[in-house]
């Protein structure tokens, strides 16, 4: 594809040389004279300058006093990743169920799904059109994933949820005969584990993207298009409701409630039963409070060692006032 | 079964329509004409009101003024796990080992065991009767697995402990050459990873139940009835006694011991050769400490704000004071 | 091999009977008359006494007054792990590909490589010489592993990064099509995974090490020698140079540097964009900081209830004071 024909096809203009070939997209670091790039924030209008990159996608403010041939537009990150998709599309997963993969009775596998080599699907599961279950995947019995899912290598989704009832000094399983449901458009990272109900449905909704070793435990009711990042954790029962954000390695116990739109930063501990506002609200540390509260306690925290110091002021000077008293 | 029949294989009685057939059990919310539910705390209590279940599983001294078909008993959570397990029980794996699992040398398994698809056992194993992996399970050499364990998928026994000797400005592998011994009646996991001992033995006693994605490293010894929760881990050579019960992303350094019963909270970390008491005490935060500590010190950094202005008038007040003596 | 020959091949001397044959090596305490155990500190000292090992690898200031058949060097534990490999060496990975594992188009695997069961390698990878791929891995499309590599059970090498665009109120995948670059003697454990990067590569330098559960985000850049312990997450584009040393359950955010030598204790979490100093620093806690200041706001927060009633003795004296004056 040309210069020209990106343009056109972002339906926006160029600068410079609209016959110039490109015929892949890299970092600025590594672009040549063929590779697009871009250009989305300071550090990397910085690195512009430095590129060799044949093209540059950029901000309309992009100051091209270097001459550059551009690409203008509003979002650049945006605008590259459909780039990519036409001039380097990542590979297509092979359309059907890979012979080494095992497939449980009772299934409704979309014919242009791909079951990657060594998964293993349990008895009746759905898996919707154009769904990819990359290698070694494993679905238990009585799952449904929606259409254009990926689902990533490891993955594990329907284990028993982790419930037990204790009685006469041991722990027997509270049995998991519950289902899990996923929507569509869902993506699920490397080794990432959601777990079957107790009773009823875990279910993930339309559009969610879950990062690598997430763990979702029984009951869970995720709503739509809600990002966690990798290692994040929920018991049993959370909800979570539709464009929540959580980062990584967050911590949630039972019965959690995430209101729409929340924000949860990294590595935040959240106790059973507690309700997070959304709308945008961000919520950081453990127990996880809005981020003003969090930042208020960090900087009382470091002004101890002056604070204290001031009260060792105040006693001395105390002392002096009480010796001048009793004189 | 009938509702008669349930009270009486519970050793209990019931109040309303004995001849009711129950079909399954179901979550309140979700029941309906023929299901049973459990109500075993106030939250259910509410919603057991609205709830279309045909039978409540209920406490002793439920309100029944309702005229609900009821079946009294003492803790209704573990009659309604045996109540699945005669109306809806989850579906037995196969006895045998799958096809397509891969089986070492010199191993023993149980003829009842069920191994699963694309299962990967080393030599020298042994697996006890009634003994269940699930898909993709992989066992290294050397590992003891005893009687009615239940191994979730992608979960990994026997890797190689993570030890090292630094030397010429390289790490090399101390070589990890013991091995991994579980007892009976053990829960693992999905995508949960159990290392080989360095020498000896990594040991996890009768009746453990681990969550996914924990990490037990080299020579740890777990013992009888432990719980821990998801994405907890342990590093090396940690003891844990028997009945201790772990929240979830808990860390523990080397060679920590927590003593028989003792409780540690979510998201708690141990520093390495830390010895944690028993009995019932509980722990909480980094580092861990018992949780009436932990609640002071939380207690103490949120008065911060109002220490310091506390501090801020004693300043005015003393200034006042030695203005005043000066004059 | 006797204790005579041992000492040989260490290059050092023995004490004691030189012709006892060592057959294997155990811990202290479970070791026997023909086996070896070694002693690196002060618990192990104690241990040693009681320890029915026939012979022990003692430093070289050991106070054998006790008569023990022992062999002096400098580092036991190092020397140990010489001898493990001499007397009992771990199995040795069978070379070539198991039958059950599936190739991808255009790979270059080494012919000496061992490829496990139910491995799955995607098209254009390379694995190097000596390396060993254990059961259930799985590596996607344009991944490049060195020479001697070990990679445990359950790790997945070049999933999707976790990249995506928001637009029209749903998230898209910012495509992930860059590669894996694995350099040489590089040790991967259980059920981690590295994600391919999404233009460019992930890389990871000779001689690292990494434990269980590790994350490594799209486009990191690992340097050489960096060890990083269980479950640890790295968000995408972080950077680590060579020999840096990091702990278990460690969250980065994106694009993080830690140089050359750092140590980051267990648990830390370090924000996004940090720059972390090297050469032997260390840091500790959340946000990271290093070791001296972590302990102190430890300190400080511990001394709070006694700063508390340092200020509330202040508040009375100066009552008293006012009072006085008002007189």
């Known amino acids: 594809m040309t210069v020209r024909e990106i343009a056109e096809r972002l339906g926006t203009t160029f600068e410079g040389d609209g016959e110039r070939q490109v015929s892949g997209v890299a970092t600025l670091e590594a672009a040549g004279a063929s590779h697009l790039a871009f250009v989305n924030n300071r550090r990397a209008l910085r ?44 590979p297509a997963a092979a359309a059907g169920i890979h012979p080494s993969a095992v497939i449980g009775a009772n299934c409704r596998i979309a014919e242009d799904a791909s079951i990657g080599p060594h998964c293993s699907i349990g008895d009746n599961v759905a898996i919707g059109a154009g769904s990819v279950l990359h290698a070694n995947v494993t679905v238990y019995h009585d ?18 949820g982790f419930g037990m009832v204790f009685q006469n000094g041991r722990y027997d399983k509270f049995p998991q005969v519950g289902r899990v449901s996923i929507g569509d458009d869902v993506e699920i990272g ?42 994040t954790g929920l018991a049993g029962g959370t909800v979570i409701e539709d464009y929540a954000v959580i980062g990584g390695q967050v911590g949630m116990g039972d019965n959690v409630t995430i209101k729409s739109g929340a924000i949860v930063g990294s590595g935040a501990g959240i106790l059973s039963n507690k309700v997070l506002k959304g709308g945008g609200e961000v919520y950081w540390g453990t127990p996880a409070r809005p981020l003003k509260e969090y930042l208020e306690a960090l900087a009382s ?27």
Chains 1, 2, 3 share one sequence.
Do not use: Y
């Open 47 to 90: 690195e512009a300058h430095a590129s060799a990159a044949g093209c540059l996608l950029v901000c309309v403010d992009f100051d091209n006093s270097g001459g550059r041939t551009i690409v203008r537009i509003k979002d650049p990150r945006a605008a590259c990743a459909a780039v990519i998709n036409w001039v380097q599309p990542p």
């Open 143 to 160: 799952v449904k994933i929606g259409a254009r899912a990926v689902i990533h290598s490891g993955a594990v989704i329907g284990a028993d």
């Open 190 to 231: 490397a080794n990432t584990t959601i777990d079957r109900a107790a009773l009823g449905v875990t279910s993930i909704g339309d559009g969610c993207k879950f990062d690598n070793m997430v763990h979702i435990g029984h009951n869970c009711r995720i709503g739509k298009h809600v990002v966690i990042a990798a290692q």
């Open 301 to 327: 925290v470091a002004r101890l060692p002056q604070l204290k110091k001031e009260v060792e002021a105040l006693v001395r000077r105390l002392a002096e006032l009480e010796k001048a008293q009793g004189e």
